[in-house]
Structures are given as C-alpha cells and as structure tokens.
C-alpha cells in the first residue's frame, strides 16, 4: 500500500531535508511541499472536493510553518480533514509540546535533527489510522471527508458605511428561514454593530471566549445569544478596547467551535483588518467584501484585496465582492469593478434604494424588514447564490416572502414585538 504524504515545510532547506528523507521511506509518495499555511489547506479542500481518495493520507507541518502558528494549523486540518494523519515536525521534545500537540490532533511528533528510523515510525502510524478511520467510515466517508461543520463565510467592507452588517445580518436570516442552523458573528471588535440592528441587549461577548484554552460547548453556550428570529448571536465587545483581547489564535478556535456546531456561520468583519479578522476570512469557505458603486469605495476594495494577498490572508481570484447600492445609470458597474479589483463578482447587486431600510434600521429591527423591499430580495437572493440557503435554487423573492409570513404570524400570536 503507497503512503501519500504532503509536507508543509516553510523553509527551502528544511524542504529539502524532509523531501530527501521521504523519499528513501519505503512504499512513500511524497508531494511537492508546500509553503505556508494557506497552501496546505487550499490543497487539501481542493482535493478534498475531487474525493476523499484524492486526499493524503499523512501531512507533515513543520514547526515554523507560517503565517498560522504550527500547532494551530494542525488543530485546523485536524478539524476540517480528520481522515488525514498529522505529523508535528519540532525541535522541541518536551512534554508539554508533545501534550499541546496531541490536544490539538496531531498523530505523533518527530523531532529535529530529522532521523530516518523515526520519521518513517511516525508516518507509518499516521498512515494506519487514516486507514483505518477512512474503512470505518465506508460509504459515508466522502460527507466526512472535509469535517464535521458548516459552510463559513465572512462579510468586510471596502471602506465603512458600505453596508456589511446589513448584508452580513440579511444572509444569516436567509440561511435561517431556509430552515438552518445559523451563527452570526460580530467580528467588527470595536464598533460592531449587529446588536443595534437586532435591538439586542447581551453583557457576553466574542472577547469573553478570548481566553479559554478549550471552548467547550457549554462555555459557548453562555456567550451566546439566541435572538427571536432563531440566529445565534455572538456579540462584539461593548467595550471596544477589548476587541484587542481577540487573538488569531482566540478567533480560530471560536470559528472552528460554531462551525461545529452550526450549518452555517457569518461573520462581519467589518472594514478595519486586524489579527483575529485575518484569520476569520483565511479560515472562511467563501469571502465576501462589499463595496458602492463609487471611485473612493472601489479605490478601497482594491486596496483591501491587495492587502489581503500580501499578508496570505486571502487571493484575489478566491474573493468574491458585492456591489451594494446599485444603479443601472451609475457611471461605475460591476464588470469594472471585477476588472479593478481581479476578484469574481456577486451574481446580483443590492440596489440603492435606502429608504427601505431607514424605519426598521432606527427601530433596530432589521430582521423586520419588509418582504417586499428589493434590498432584501437581493441579498436573500445572494444568499441562495452562496449556497447558505436549504432549498437549493430558490429564489430570494420567494423565500423572503416565505420568511415574511412567518414573521407575520409570530407577531399575530405575540412572540414578537
């Protein structure tokens, strides 16, 4: 039986180290490393989609593997492709590492100076679990074959007041009247503000889950808030100087919690791209930036692409954007906009009509708004586009029209306000 083994070795010479010894490993194909963390995993989704049979059946992450620190990057792959063995390539043998290492789902630990004697025990155990895991599951190992969870997506604005929280809050609502389990996430850490849309009044917050190692699901339970509509919401700090207790690692590990628990999660990210963002969209299934029909925006959702290229958060040609507050006689249309930013453009654009959404932005009840409004048949419409929505190829027209009578009804019968 070959052994496919794909190494994530960040350093040329490293590389080359693990490469040569894997290739004296008997019954061993090794790939080409690759690079960094986001090239390990946009590999193995990809593969992952072909068939599970596309996947290897070990990966090697060597310790200074970037830009996700080493054990956190198993901890996702662990998550997201459990039929994959993972190996920890370290300096460090201590057992403190080696604990931390197994918790976050690495099947062994081979240390440096590589030896061969080592190195091909560790992958050979590897390898006869993800064997062993992928007979176990049989003919349902293809739905197992990228994790347990759901589809995440995040919501960034070019520029502030283009409309992400409207567009973030709508397509969870979509994805909820479709009869899924949503989480929305206020990720927009020191002025978010999902709260005041939905008229919510919560003490607990995304910043309360910073510190916990291990997030559990009581413990997520107590920081979220389970609105009237059925979302589950996870709040930004009231306090915006504590957004900055929102690490990388604390957004990672809150991202792969909801996913787990939640057939789909949106996140809004906002405008402003920190630490804990940037690993929310590299994280995300599909990333969404909105924009308006305007140089300043277009000139911003360019900048922010680029941006996210450099840092190896998120590619170009991965990213899809939105025209929101769309006119057929505007000077700047969508095609444009996809020529100058290199991203693929949303099916649909939001038209400008904000009248709309004046009366139930001030009352705070978004979800209120009326089935009617072209702005929200758009975005649900989106949604659907999205994949978020259960019946697939509905059209948003319907579904919001579906979600406004049962709205209608809950009011008749007093659930809501």
């Not at 190692?213 to 059925?230: F, K, M, N, W």
């Not at 995300?284 to 930036?289: N, Q, R």
């Not at 978004?366 to 509905?394: C, F, I, N, R």
Request: aromatic share 2%; net charge neutral.
């Amino acid at each position: 039986m070959t052994t496919r083994i794909l190494p994530a070795v960040g350093d040329p010479d490293a590389a080359r180290s693990v490469s040569t010894l894997l290739s004296q490993l008997p019954d061993a194909e090794p790939a080409q490393p690759v690079t960094d963390s986001t090239q390990l995993v946009d590999t193995l989704a990809r593969l992952a989609a072909a068939s599970l049979d596309e996947l290897p059946e070990v990966v090697l992450v060597h310790e200074r593997i970037g830009p996700v620190p080493a054990l956190e990057l198993v901890r996702e792959v662990a998550l997201r492709f459990p039929a994959v063995g993972v190996v920890l390539i370290t300096a460090d043998a201590s057992p403190v590492l080696f604990s931390a290492a197994m918790d976050s789902g690495a099947r062994g630990l081979v240390t440096l100076p590589l030896g061969y004697e080592e190195l091909a025990s560790r992958v050979q155990a590897a390898a006869q679990w993800s064997l062993g895991v992928r007979r176990h599951l049989g003919a349902g190992a293809e739905q197992f074959a990228t994790g347990p969870g759901g589809t995440v997506v995040t919501v960034s604005g070019a520029k502030g007041g283009v409309g992400t929280t409207v567009t973030a809050v709508h397509l969870a609502l979509a994805a909820r009247a479709s009869g899924r389990s949503v989480a929305l996430v206020d990720m927009d850490l020191q002025s978010g503000d999902i709260a005041s849309y939905l008229d919510v009044q919560f003490r607990r917050s995304v910043a309360d889950l910073a510190s916990i190692a291990d997030i559990s699901p009581r413990v997520l339970q107590d920081a979220v808030y389970v609105h009237e509509t059925g979302l589950s919401l996870l709040l930004a700090p009231a306090e915006g100087e504590r957004g900055e207790e929102v690490t990388d690692r604390a957004a990672r590990q809150v991202v792969s919690a909801l996913r787990g628990r939640h057939e789909v999660v949106v996140l809004d990210c906002g405008s402003r791209l920190d630490s804990a963002n940037a690993a929310a969209i590299e994280m995300a299934d599909t990333a969404l930036l909105v924009t308006t029909p305007d140089v300043v925006a277009v000139r911003a959702a360019k900048r922010t692409v680029r941006m996210w290229e450099r840092l190896q958060v998120r590619k170009a040609e991965e990213t899809v954007t939105l025209v929101n507050r769309h006119h057929r006689t505007s000077e700047i249309q969508p095609p444009l906009v996809q020529k100058i930013t290199g991203t693929r453009m949303a099916g649909v654009a939001v038209p400008a009509n904000f009248k709309e959404l004046a009366a139930v932005v001030d009352a705070g009840r978004l979800h209120e708004l009326d089935a009617k409004s072209t702005v929200k048949q758009a975005l649900w419409s989106l949604a659907g586009e999205l994949g978020l929505v259960q019946a697939a190829g509905q059209p948003g027209k319907e579904l919001a029209r579906a979600a406004d009578r049962g709205s209608l009804g809950l009011r008749r019968r007093g659930g809501v306000r």
